[in-house]
């Protein structure tokens, strides 16, 4: 194992050995409801690096009335459970939050420590880092782990996702990394897992912020760049009653309407739902282009969206080059038509899904054969 | 009220390349702007001055082309600009530029007098970590609130209205704090010719290096970053499966949007939740 030269450290960080740290953290968000599904997430690349370091996942649980909820960071897989129930955190504030992983950190000093990317988890987690003057990767999509050095790779696509680094902290310890919701799935849960589960306690006694009021979004009021389902107007929607319909869409769907530059600029819908490099980048399971052509500009927000479905009337628009699935003609009639088609599957249950794969995959296979 | 804004000089496109040898990435040549996530932060300062007097002050930590991103918050209407500036500084990871810009804060301190509010935008474009917020709350011992989309005084103590995933929050927050801005929150305002001249005519930026700072260089700069990039490779472009359909008529294109929709395992478990709550 490599030894740190203490002279060689800024001298505003503790000098450590990193063989003096052990164990892979998940901090687990919670609420008297549960563990967030994000931080249940956390644990399949936990899971995974503590396989390669022959290491164990301890999740890290705050909150007040949290303490049952131990029990399902254990049964999906995590060995141990440390848990700071108190009502000092009955609300979060992220530098009290913070502090408390902090003081745990000091006190078992764990090796690797995993955060939900979630907007409470970006906001903890470099506060969490600074203050161990540990580093942080932020936003990460995978992990690796150089079994020789024990160092993690944590790896993130930087510069709008056009490229992917990989990056380690050798030497410091905890090694610290976010990873955004879903890209990850929850291990699936064994009823018969026991674990160890401790309890500590919090010597933090006022928070200097004080929450005054918490409003719950409505699903239109969603942030963009958090939405699964994203509906997205063009230049080719033509006007604010298009965009009425795209929010009808976006509805049924459970999903949030944003656009392209043109249509911001157009004053069709409000700046903070634009799209693309002036704009936000979005992270959707699914991006619907609404009469979209596809500039570069507007995909390099899109680039990490999982799958783009495009509807344009123009068969030449660069947009079909650059989506999953395509079709072309007038996106009013065709929205329309999936309104409707959407409607009545909600009405006729899951089952009537099978009958609308098997009429598309025989209408492929005819087409095939052709 | 005296409000340091932190401010990033980013590449402006994609035409960012990369040192094998250093694992840093190579600024010269590449066009560059404000970091356009950092207006909303500027504009939000700006409006703080306009309501309750004081003084905006930005700073940042770059090599001195970045200047030029001084002048543009500058020509918005702030009073003062700083920039951080050495060799000694290049190739810093977030905790290491955190520590930079936390000293920068203490130095204007000095300078000018207690700082009430540090504020930042929600994060950069070119490497998106929202980490130099928080950071530089943990160098400083201040609290902290990221996401904020307005703030006001309320009885003498600071207020922020900030939005979450799925709630919108208010809070009181103790001074000296520091704020993120959310991404688009506010719309920044333009630059006036007035303010560019004011600001060429009375110099108001401030230079200052290592040695004004007195920082240890092992505290600073790629000696002070405990992660390194180890290894980078390019995303040129997304596979996608570029299917195009040609339907007869609407009802036919909804029809075969959703059969490929609910086949295809990545967008299924989505549909069948906006639908019917769960598979």
Not at chain 1, 179 to 195: C, I, K, L, Q, T
Not at chain 2, 154 to 176: H, I, K, M, N, Y
């Amino acid at each position: 194992m490599v030894r740190v030269d203490c002279s060689k450290l800024c001298p505003e960080w503790p000098c450590e050995q990193p063989d003096e740290f052990k164990h892979v953290w998940v901090i687990a968000e919670a609420t008297e409801e549960g563990v967030s599904e994000a931080s249940l997430q956390m644990l399949t690349p936990a899971l995974e690096i503590a396989r390669k370091l022959d290491s164990k996942v301890v999740g890290i649980l705050l909150g007040y009335n949290v303490s049952r909820h131990a029990d399902t960071l254990i049964k999906h897989g995590a060995d141990e459970v440390i848990v700071v129930d108190d009502i000092m955190l009955s609300e979060y504030y992220p530098e009290v939050y913070g502090q408390v992983v902090v003081d745990l950190a000091r006190k078992y000093k764990p090796e690797v420590i995993l955060i939900a990317a979630t907007m409470r988890g970006r906001e903890m987690g470099p506060y969490i880092a600074n203050t161990l003057r540990a580093g942080i990767t932020a936003d990460c999509t995978d992990f690796d782990v150089d079994e020789k050095t024990r160092d993690v790779l944590l790896i993130r696509p930087p510069f709008a996702a056009i490229m992917l680094a990989y990056i380690k902290t050798p030497f410091r310890r905890p090694q610290i990394g976010t990873a955004r919701p879903n890209v990850f799935p929850v291990p699936p849960a064994d009823e018969s897992r026991r674990g160890e589960i401790k309890f500590e306690k919090t010597s933090i006694l006022t928070a200097r912020s004080k929450l005054i009021s918490r409003k719950i979004l409505k699903r239109e009021e969603i942030p963009i760049e958090k939405a699964e389902i994203i509906v997205s107007g063009g230049k080719g929607v033509g006007g604010p009653d298009g965009f009425k319909l795209l929010e009808e869409l976006a509805s049924i769907l459970g999903g949030v309407v944003a656009g392209s530059r043109k249509a911001v600029d157009a004053g069709w819908i409000s700046h903070e739902r634009q799209v693309g490099q002036t704009g936000k980048s979005v992270k959707p399971i699914l991006y619907i282009a609404v009469g979209i052509s596809g500039a570069a500009q507007h995909m390099i927000g899109v680039r990490e969206a999982t799958r783009i479905v495009a509807i344009n009337i123009d068969p030449e628009a660069p947009i079909f080059n650059q989506a999953d699935y395509g079709v072309v003609g007038d996106y009013k009639e065709i929205v329309e038509a999936l309104i409707e088609e959407l409607r009545r599957l909600k009405e006729a249950g899951p089952g009537a899904v099978e009958e609308l794969i098997r009429e598309y995959t025989q209408q492929a296979q005819a087409v095939g054969q052709g | 009220m005296r409000i340091v804004v932190g401010i990033k000089w980013v590449p402006n496109t994609q035409a960012v390349r990369f040192d094998p040898k250093t694992g840093t990435l190579i600024r010269t040549g590449v066009p560059a702007i404000v970091n356009p996530h950092d207006l909303p932060a500027a504009e939000l300062a700006l409006r703080l001055k306009d309501e309750y007097g004081g003084e905006v002050i930005v700073l940042t930590m770059a090599p001195p082309p970045a200047i030029q991103g001084l002048e543009h918050i500058l020509g918005m209407g702030a009073d003062r600009a700083v920039l951080l500036t050495d060799r000694a500084f290049a190739g810093a990871d977030t905790l290491a530029t955190s520590y930079v810009i936390a000293q920068g804060i203490r130095k204007i301190e000095e300078e000018w007098g207690p700082v009430d509010l540090a504020v930042f935008g929600q994060e950069t474009i070119d490497s998106s970590t929202a980490h130099i917020g928080a950071q530089v709350a943990s160098w400083l011992g201040w609290p902290y609130i990221y996401y904020v989309k307005k703030a006001w005084l309320q009885d003498g103590r600071l207020r922020v209205v900030r939005q979450l995933e799925s709630a919108v929050e208010e809070f009181e927050v103790s001074t000296p704090a520091v704020v993120s801005v959310a991404m688009k929150a506010l719309k920044a305002r333009p630059v006036r010719l007035s303010y560019k001249l004011r600001a060429k005519l009375e110099n108001p930026i401030t230079v200052w290096t290592n040695k004004d700072l007195g920082l240890d260089p092992r505290c600073v700069g790629l000696k002070g970053s405990p992660t390194i990039v180890s290894k980078v490779t390019y995303l040129p472009e997304v596979p996608r499966k570029k299917i195009v359909y040609k339907p007869k008529d609407p009802r036919d294109a909804a029809r075969w949007i959703l059969a490929q929709l609910f086949s295809d395992e990545k967008t299924r478990e989505a549909l069948y939740k906006a639908l019917w709550g769960g598979a």
